[in-house]
Structure formats: structure tokens, C-alpha cells
């Protein structure tokens, strides 16, 4: 039996592999699609936790594009390497054109 930590984080995965490629969400918008409120942090814990579940990892920035997450991944320029090889443009641990990769998980309402 999953605890509500492992169903929680399982539904968060979830969400996280919808981002297309190319794209990037926040931990506050995964919070807020899924209903967490403030769960800002507790997507972030998912996210250090996420390495061996195939999740893109990646993708999720803080709410001003920057890749405060980055400690967490094999290398300090991993996360950004992964970007890059999707199209997307990091300078000094910060998205550029943030709008423009912003994918928002509100948009997949009534889907999740």
C-alpha cells in the first residue's frame, strides 16, 4: 500500500512528464494544478526525489525561470545541458525567453 507521501509524488511524476519538450512549468503551477495551494516546496521535494523515476526533471524551473534545482542532478550543468538539447536557452542558470518555454499545467484542466 502507497503512502499519501508516495501518491502524492506519483501524481506529481504524472504531471511532469506532460510538459513537452522544449517547454519548462514551476513548481508553483505542478502545486497549483494539483490542488496543493502553497505546495511549491513539496513539488521541489519530488523533484530531488524524481531521479530514478524517469521523470523530466529538468523542465521545472523556480517562478522566475531559474534552475535552482540544479544541485540535485548529476553534474551542476546538467540540468541546463538537457534544456539546451531541447531547444531551450540558459544563460548563467536562467531561462531565456521564460514566456515563451512557460508551459502551464492549468491548461490541462479537467484532464488531471
Given amino acids: 500500500m502507497k503512502s499519501n507521501k508516495e501518491n502524492l509524488y ?8 506532460l510538459i513537452p519538450e522544449g517547454r519548462v512549468t514551476t513548481y508553483g503551477s505542478i502545486a497549483k494544478a494539483l490542488g ?5 516546496r513539496v513539488v521541489g521535494y519530488a523533484m530531488n526525489a ?4 524517469n521523470v523530466p526533471a529538468h523542465r521545472v524551473v523556480n517562478r522566475n525561470g531559474q534552475l535552482t534545482g ?17 531547444g531551450v536557452n540558459v544563460e ?18 479537467g484532464e488531471i
Avoid: C
Fill in 70 to 86: 540544479k544541485h540535485h542532478f548529476p553534474t551542476p550543468t546538467a540540468m541546463e545541458t538537457l534544456l539546451k538539447a531541447e
Fill in 50 to 53: 524524481s531521479h530514478t523515476e
Fill in 92 to 109: 548563467n542558470d536562467q531561462i531565456v525567453d521564460f514566456e515563451k518555454h512557460f508551459w502551464d499545467p492549468a491548461s490541462l484542466e
Fill in 36 to 40: 496543493l495551494g502553497s505546495g511549491a
Fill in 10 to 17: 506519483a501524481n506529481i511524476y504524472e504531471l511532469v512528464r
